[in-house]
């Protein structure tokens, strides 16, 4: 993924959220940098349990297609 386009879905994310998830510190002859807010801590640990959620979910009906697929 583009540099871009990651700062393009922070910026939504801030946008729909309201608040922000990244805060970034301007760069320089300090450098810069970006770290998670504690709202954008929140929207990765939502996002892992939707993912464990719906693996587990999934996991009857995707070994089930695997079996399916193997015989033939």
Same mark, same amino acid.
């Given at each position: 993924m583009s540099y871009k386009r990651t700062w393009q879905l922070v910026e939504d994310l801030n946008s729909s959220l309201g608040i922000p998830v990244v805060e970034t =510190?301007?760069? !320089?002859?300090?450098?810069? !940098? =970006?770290? &998670?807010?504690?709202?954008? +801590?929140?929207?990765? =640990?939502r996002y892992r349990a939707i993912e464990m959620d719906t693996a587990q979910a999934a +996991?009857?009906?995707? &070994?089930?297609?695997n079996r399916a697929c193997a015989k033939r």
């Amino acid at each position: 993924m583009s540099y871009k386009r990651t700062w393009q879905l922070v910026e939504d994310l801030n946008s729909s959220l309201g608040i922000p998830v990244v805060e970034t =510190a301007a760069g !320089g002859s300090g450098g810069g !940098g =970006a770290i &998670l807010t504690e709202a954008g +801590r929140t929207v990765i =640990a939502r996002y892992r349990a939707i993912e464990m959620d719906t693996a587990q979910a999934a +996991r009857k009906h995707l &070994l089930a297609l695997n079996r399916a697929c193997a015989k033939r």
